[in-house]
């Protein structure tokens, strides 16, 4: 899936909750309005986790991918 260059990258994988979570927090400080960031991360409550986290900051999730061995991607609109 294809998007433009706003478009930055968040690799959690390996990190356990609550540190995918708190890692997007901090990256969310520089993200500009329009831009879409993409999270990856295997932990087991990462879609839970994530999908909570939008909600609560009312950022758009765009999508969540199950890649397979516990590995997700999600692309967040903010």
Wanted: glycine share 6%.
């Amino acid at each position: 899936m294809a998007f433009s260059a706003s478009q930055r990258v968040l690799d959690a994988t390996g990190l356990k909750c609550p540190q995918p979570v708190l890692k997007l927090s901090v990256l969310s400080a520089e993200m500009k309005s329009g831009e879409i960031l993409e999270i990856i991360g295997d932990c087991p409550t990462f879609e839970k986790d994530v999908s909570s986290w939008c909600s609560r900051l009312k950022k758009t999730l765009i999508l969540m991918r199950d890649e397979g061995n516990d590995r997700k991607h999600a692309l967040i609109l903010f």
